[in-house]
């Protein structure tokens, strides 16, 4: 679902990593996984213009589920609009 106004990255799922993966590795590993597991081209977003990024907090770890948010963002790291894709 598009966004109000401007933004750096919009959500688009989540992925979830191995139990054997730190948080260290994660922020590391994360865009790799939501790149393949949420490809952006699937919501419609340009790969030629958009690519997949990703959050990784401190209390999915803790907590041992080791989700990881997934997002798309520019290439270019401009802001997007509301009317993307």
Same mark, same amino acid.
């Given at each position: 679902?598009?966004?109000?106004?401007?933004?750096?990255?919009?959500?688009l799922?989540?992925?979830?990593? @191995? %139990?054997?993966?730190?948080? #260290?590795?994660?922020?590391?590993?994360?865009? &790799?996984?939501?790149? =393949?597991?949420?490809?952006?081209?699937?919501?419609?977003?340009?790969p030629?213009?958009?690519?997949?990024?990703?959050?990784? @907090? %401190?209390?999915?770890?803790? #907590?041992?589920?080791?989700?990881?948010?997934? &997002?798309?963002?520019? =290439?270019?790291?401009?802001?997007?609009?509301?009317?993307?894709?």
């Amino acid at each position: 679902m598009p966004c109000g106004g401007r933004y750096e990255e919009q959500v688009l799922g989540f992925t979830r990593l @191995g %139990e054997d993966v730190t948080l #260290t590795e994660a922020r590391t590993l994360s865009d &790799t996984a939501c790149a =393949r597991d949420v490809p952006p081209r699937d919501y419609g977003f340009d790969p030629s213009v958009h690519e997949a990024g990703a959050w990784t @907090g %401190e209390l999915s770890w803790d #907590t041992g589920l080791h989700v990881v948010v997934c &997002t798309v963002k520019r =290439r270019n790291g401009g802001t997007m609009e509301r009317t993307e894709p």
